[in-house]
């Protein structure tokens, strides 16, 4: 198995209209979401092998994920139904094609019901790659069964993966999110953050969360630029650090370089997802040979991120996530055409 993901499976509630506030939309569309199970349907369609380990509500749109999920041929052995809550749906808006504002149903949901005892310790340690995001550490008992997976897949020998994906609303408190988020950043080997969590966790607003440490208040004068943030989380343990700039292209840090690679113009209809597509290309090319580690050298990381870009790009062309993800083939028929188009 390429790639197995861990998270929540959900129902998004896109617009009718882009270009109107959440209060002045006046109509909403399901289509299946969530960032985990985004990742794990982008990368089968680029061609991997893929799972998902999480927990839906015994209901209709419960099942319809299943099938969903089924359907796009990622392995569903991993995920459990739960008759006690109902599956998460999260409404979303477009004030502009590339802004996002998200209101969470989630009281609890399914998701954050997932246990410890539910995991497929068979998946896991089959998996080259586990990937998952900052969702399922917002409760318990959810947190404590991301922690465990970690766990299972780090001791057989996978790439561990974390896509911070900073979501206000589902904290108690900015304090509780840094807390968590930061607890879990030293075991991983892959991290994932945007523009503005990339401040958060080096200082930027997260100098003011709570007591944290005179090192993380140092920052906010210490760490203003892009590489040097990087840096600084790449000293915390991860052996990658990836940052996504939206239209603005992606950038990496290793131990051994860096790199910005910039982004591919394209005619953007929503936003929303592409983060999650692009993350799915870097995961699928790394996970393409067995010792991932050979790929972070400043050449071949930057010929991944050019791939993630790509993906992300595409699925910004057309409205809602898991139906925009594009195939291998499409994604091979763009680069080709950006290479004649570059001549």
Same mark, same amino acid.
């Given at each position: 198995?390429?790639?197995?993901?861990?998270?929540?499976?959900?129902?998004?509630?896109?617009?009718?209209?882009? !270009?109107?506030?959440?209060?002045?939309?006046?109509?909403?569309?399901?289509?299946?979401?969530?960032?985990?199970?985004?990742?794990?349907?982008?990368?089968?369609?680029?061609?991997?092998?893929?799972?998902?380990?999480?927990?839906?509500? #015994?209901?209709?749109? !419960?099942?319809?994920?299943?099938?969903?999920?089924?359907?796009?041929?990622? #392995?569903?052995?991993?995920?459990?139904?739960?008759?006690?809550?109902?599956?998460?749906?999260? +409404?979303?808006?477009?004030? %502009?094609?590339?802004?996002?504002?998200?209101?969470?149903?989630?009281?609890?949901?399914?998701?954050?019901?997932?246990?410890?005892?539910?995991?497929?310790?068979?998946?896991?340690?089959?998996?080259?790659?586990?990937?998952?995001?900052?969702? =399922?550490?917002? #409760?318990?008992?959810?947190? =404590?069964?991301?922690?465990?997976?970690?766990?299972?897949?780090?001791?057989? !020998?996978?790439?561990? =993966?974390?896509?911070?994906?900073?979501?206000?609303?589902?904290?108690?408190?900015?304090?509780?999110?840094?807390?968590?988020?930061?607890?879990?950043?030293?075991?991983?080997?892959?991290?994932?953050?945007?523009?503005?969590?990339?401040?958060?966790?080096?200082?930027?607003? $997260?100098?003011?969360?709570? #007591?944290?440490?005179?090192?993380?208040?140092?920052?906010?004068?210490?760490?203003? %630029?892009?590489?040097?943030?990087?840096?600084?989380?790449?000293?915390?343990?991860?052996?990658?650090?990836?940052?996504?700039? $939206?239209?603005?292209?992606?950038?990496?840090?290793?131990?051994? !370089?860096?790199?910005?690679?910039?982004?591919?113009?394209?005619?953007? +209809?929503?936003?929303?997802?592409?983060?999650?597509?692009?993350?799915?290309?870097?995961?699928?090319?790394?996970?393409?040979?067995?010792?991932?580690?050979?790929?972070?050298?400043?050449?071949?990381?930057?010929?991944?991120?050019?791939?993630?870009?790509?993906?992300?790009?595409?699925?910004?062309?057309?409205?809602?996530?898991?139906?925009?993800?594009?195939?291998?083939?499409?994604?091979?028929?763009?680069?080709?055409?950006?290479?004649?188009?570059?001549?």
């Amino acid at each position: 198995m390429h790639l197995v993901t861990l998270g929540e499976l959900l129902i998004d509630m896109f617009p009718a209209e882009i !270009g109107r506030r959440l209060a002045d939309v006046t109509a909403f569309h399901p289509k299946p979401g969530g960032a985990p199970a985004n990742v794990a349907v982008a990368a089968r369609r680029l061609g991997a092998d893929t799972a998902f380990i999480g927990k839906v509500g #015994d209901d209709a749109f !419960g099942h319809f994920l299943i099938d969903v999920m089924r359907e796009q041929a990622v #392995d569903i052995t991993g995920i459990r139904v739960d008759d006690k809550a109902r599956t998460t749906m999260a +409404v979303i808006a477009l004030p %502009d094609e590339h802004t996002a504002e998200f209101v969470f149903y989630r009281n609890p949901g399914a998701d954050q019901r997932l246990r410890p005892d539910e995991l497929d310790a068979d998946l896991l340690c089959s998996a080259r790659a586990l990937h998952f995001g900052s969702l =399922s550490l917002t #409760d318990e008992p959810s947190r =404590s069964t991301t922690w465990a997976a970690m766990r299972i897949a780090a001791e057989a !020998g996978a790439l561990i =993966s974390f896509d911070v994906n900073y979501r206000p609303s589902l904290w108690s408190s900015l304090e509780q999110a840094f807390e968590q988020i930061s607890a879990i950043i030293p075991h991983v080997h892959l991290l994932k953050v945007n523009e503005v969590e990339i401040e958060l966790l080096t200082g930027g607003q $997260g100098a003011e969360v709570g #007591d944290q440490k005179s090192e993380i208040r140092e920052l906010r004068s210490g760490v203003g %630029d892009l590489a040097e943030m990087a840096a600084w989380l790449l000293e915390q343990g991860p052996e990658l650090v990836v940052v996504t700039l $939206g239209a603005d292209g992606s950038y990496f840090q290793t131990a051994t !370089g860096s790199g910005f690679i910039s982004p591919f113009p394209v005619e953007t +209809v929503d936003a929303v997802g592409c983060g999650d597509a692009f993350i799915s290309g870097v995961l699928t090319q790394l996970t393409a040979v067995e010792d991932w580690r050979a790929n972070l050298n400043a050449e071949r990381m930057t010929e991944i991120l050019y791939y993630g870009n790509a993906v992300g790009a595409l699925t910004a062309t057309k409205q809602g996530v898991i139906p925009a993800l594009p195939t291998a083939a499409e994604v091979e028929t763009f680069l080709k055409n950006r290479q004649v188009v570059d001549q």
